[in-house]
């Protein structure tokens, strides 16, 4: 069964703390993986896919490197503006682009 | 346009009543998907289309849902005779076959 972890379920972090967000993933043939922004009260906000094995893709202060079994999204010296969930989600091969999601990972950096 | 546009923003109905939500995707975008987010980050994938055909229902529950997209007309998400359970945050998503971006959610409320 195609199945998406996240950890930590949340994550307090000092402004400038730097960190890491893991998504481990079990999928029948990878199309793709996600990863998403979102606040609360809103919808997901696009950040990242990932195609293939060692592929990295960066924005701002994020970056999201893929390896065969999971992902990581690297926050280097975060601000208050980058609390929020972040989601990972994968599509499988033959599936029709649905997404199976994981579980989120909650981030609050503080001041 | 520009971004998937829900409506409404809020809906609250009582038990047994029925709940109809709509969405307009991004202009171009083919497919249209929905989700329903139940508890906190918990996404489930609900039935996505392709321009106005069914590409992929099996996460709809058979009974109560339904959905279409037509042409020239938002897409729908109706549930007949609401239960309590169908309490959840809808979203829908488009995509012209990748990203998918979504729109700002249906908060439904059964009371």
């Known amino acids: 069964e195609d199945q998406v972890t996240q950890s930590p379920e949340a994550l307090r972090l000092q402004e400038g703390e730097s960190s890491s967000l893991n998504c481990s993933y079990t999928?029948?043939?990878?199309?793709?993986l996600f990863w998403y922004r979102q606040d609360p009260g809103k919808g997901p906000e696009f950040l990242f896919t990932l195609y293939s094995a060692g592929e990295e893709k960066e924005k701002e202060r994020l970056k999201a490197t893929l390896t065969k079994k999971e992902s990581f999204l690297h926050i280097t010296a975060p601000k208050p503006e980058d609390s929020a969930t972040y989601l990972c989600?994968?599509?499988?091969?033959?599936?029709?682009?649905?997404?199976?999601f994981g579980q989120g990972t909650e981030l609050s950096v503080k001041p | 346009g520009e971004e998937v546009a829900q409506t409404p923003k809020h809906l609250v109905r009582g038990e047994g009543q029925k709940a109809k939500l709509y969405c307009a995707p991004i202009?171009?975008?083919?497919?249209v998907f929905w989700y329903q987010q139940v508890l906190k980050n918990e996404f489930k994938f609900l039935i996505s289309f392709q321009n106005e055909n069914v590409f992929d229902e099996t996460g709809m529950p058979k009974e109560r849902f339904s959905a279409k997209c037509l042409p020239n007309s938002p897409c729908s998400l109706e549930i007949q005779a609401t239960k309590l359970e169908d309490s959840a945050v809808y979203f829908c998503?488009?995509?012209?076959?990748?990203?998918?971006?979504f729109g700002q959610g249906t908060r439904l409320t059964v009371v």
């Open positions: 999928v029948s043939g990878l199309r793709g």
């Open positions: 202009k171009g975008h083919s497919y």
């Open positions: 998503a488009s995509s012209q076959g990748s990203e998918a971006f």
């Open positions: 989600a994968v599509q499988a091969r033959n599936q029709g682009g649905k997404l199976i």
